[in-house]
Structures are given as structure tokens and as C-alpha cells.
């Protein structure tokens, strides 16, 4: 259990980590292999049990991401799609959660979009 490790996780990736966790990891889409070994890591360390802090800004899954500099990713949209996200599961933003509240509730609400 990693339960004193912190993940942050800017809001709409909520909707990747319920994809990665309900549906398998062939289910997501990756922008490099970079990327993909660096998401999935980040995915079974909060599935292995980190708590997860919600916020509204590129994250570390981004971080090795080929498009983090592009427009959406860094602007207004993209925060609001954060926000969007962390309010329809009911959570709040900068706030930490446990990976058993944050996997409970993905899997009460279902998918967002
Ligand atoms: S940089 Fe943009 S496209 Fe890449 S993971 Fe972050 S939000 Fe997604």
C-alpha cells in the first residue's frame, strides 16, 4: 500500500483513471510511450492505494506528455473540464482523497462523458 504517497491529479483525469480502473488499460489512448509508461505508473500507484489530490493544473501524468504544450492543455478549458469533473463526482478541488472514497464514488457516478 502506498498510502502516504500523495498523486496529483488535475480533475479530468478522473475519467482516465475510472477507464484504466473499470475498463482495462488497453482502453486508454496514449500520446507516446513516454507517456503511456509514465500514465500507468501513475494509475497503479493511486490503484495500489496513494491518496489523490485534485487539482486544476497540468499534472504529472502531463509532464510526459508530447502535447503538454499545446493550448488546451494549458488554458482556461482544460481547467474548466478539471473542474467539471472533480463536481460531478462531488469531490472538491486542491482537496486529498483516499484511493478507497475516490474508486467508490467513480464507480457510483459512472463515466462522465
Ligand atoms: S498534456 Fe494535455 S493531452 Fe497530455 S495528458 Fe495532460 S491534459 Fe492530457
Redesign the pocket.
Given at each position: 500500500m502506498e498510502e502516504n504517497v500523495i498523486v496529483f491529479l488535475?480533475g479530468?483525469h478522473l475519467i482516465s483513471l475510472y477507464v484504466f480502473y473499470f475498463e482495462g488499460d488497453n482502453c486508454l489512448g496514449y500520446?507516446s510511450e513516454e507517456?503511456e509508461e509514465n500514465t500507468k505508473n501513475i494509475l497503479r500507484e493511486i490503484i495500489g492505494g496513494a491518496r489523490i489530490r485534485l487539482i486544476v493544473v497540468?499534472?504529472s501524468?502531463?509532464d510526459k506528455?508530447p502535447?503538454?504544450e499545446?493550448s488546451?492543455?494549458q488554458e482556461m478549458t482544460?481547467r474548466e473540464d478539471d473542474k467539471s469533473v472533480i463536481a460531478y463526482y462531488g469531490f472538491i478541488e486542491n482537496q486529498t482523497y483516499e484511493w478507497s472514497v475516490v474508486s467508490q464514488r467513480l464507480k457510483e457516478r459512472g463515466l462522465m462523458w
Open positions: 488535475r479530468h500520446y507517456h497540468p499534472d501524468i502531463c506528455c502535447r503538454k499545446t488546451w492543455c482544460a
